[in-house]
């Protein structure tokens, strides 16, 4: 397979033996810098492990650059990834940070009696002045269920306390489990600002976060051919309330799905964007750049 095109960051560490594992080639770069405002350079590969980093933040930074992907926001799904978010943040200027843990992942650590010492040090981290925002947490009815959905719960309803009282934007975790996630948010009263990262709604989803003022971050979903719901869902949000994210890495869109994702791959998705709103693309950039900055603040790099 030619490597021509793949940033010469990843071709060294793509699993030779796989060429359809291997990292996809660059798009064409935006005509508008905009950031990617959920990825996790912690986790290694679209497997999902969390060994050491075979291409380092900086060199991903900069191959997402070359496209104009000029900023990240690093996620902690857990205690360890969160601590390397705090790391991160300090090391790499172009990163801002969110901490928390995972709606799968709190009950494990309640299981263990450690969910409120955990919850503890997430707002700890969270006050870190390039933490951003409290995330991801919520609800996910497709892989928790029975008894650990009451822990999942009361996780989701701390760290929208924890969010609300520290003044950062919350980034939610929902699948499957939209009408929940709603009903909690407005009975804890949602924090001032409130991004449904890698929304996965549809266009009654979408009417209801116009209402409130919510973000919707589209990921690499929205070029799935089934995804039907996400292009009604984007078509009907309020473009002022548009994100763009990887969930790096995984959710690579199309025509690379299965291969593993990067912030470089950002623009496969903002011209899918483009393509299903009818907005001129240097237009959609503008705003989707506009936009993440009134979430989370600026980069100041």
């Known amino acids: 397979m030619c490597d021509a095109n793949i940033p010469a960051a990843y071709v060294d560490h793509d699993p030779a033996t796989d060429p359809k594992r291997r990292h996809a080639p660059a798009p ?37 650059m070359a496209v104009g992907v000029q900023g990240a926001v690093q996620v902690g799904c857990d205690l360890e990834s969160s601590r390397f978010t705090v790391d991160a943040v300090d090391a790499e200027p172009r990163l801002l940070g969110a901490v928390a843990l995972h709606p799968n992942d709190a009950p494990d650590y309640a299981e263990r009696g450690e969910l409120d010492a955990a919850l503890a040090e997430i707002e700890a981290l969270a006050m870190h002045p390039r933490i951003r925002a409290i995330g991801e947490t919520g609800l996910d009815y497709f892989r928790t269920s029975g008894a650990r959905l009451q822990d999942q719960l009361y996780s989701f309803r701390r760290h929208i306390d924890i969010a609300k009282r520290l003044g950062l934007a919350l980034q939610i975790h929902d699948r499957d489990a939209h009408a929940d996630v709603v009903r909690v948010l407005e009975e804890e009263g949602a924090p001032e600002t409130v991004v449904f990262h890698c929304f996965s709604g549809d266009g009654e989803l979408a009417r209801i976060c116009n209402s409130r003022g919510w973000f919707m971050s589209f990921a690499g979903t929205l070029t799935f051919r089934n995804a039907t719901n996400l292009r009604e869902a984007v078509k009907k949000a309020d473009p002022g309330l548009l994100l763009v994210e990887t969930d790096a890495p995984f959710l690579t869109p199309h025509p690379h799905r299965g291969r593993p994702n990067a912030s470089y791959m950002i623009p496969y998705t903002v011209r899918g964007m483009a393509d299903v709103t009818g907005i001129e693309l240097s237009e959609l950039c503008t705003q989707i750049s506009s936009n993440t900055v009134r979430a989370y603040g600026s980069w100041e790099w």
């Not at 959920?38 to 291409?55: E, R």
């Open 28 to 64: 064409e770069p935006l005509p508008v810098p905009v950031m990617d405002n959920h990825t996790h350079f912690d986790v290694s590969g679209a497997g999902g492990d969390h060994s050491a980093l075979a291409v380092s933040v900086g060199s991903a930074l900069d191959a997402a």
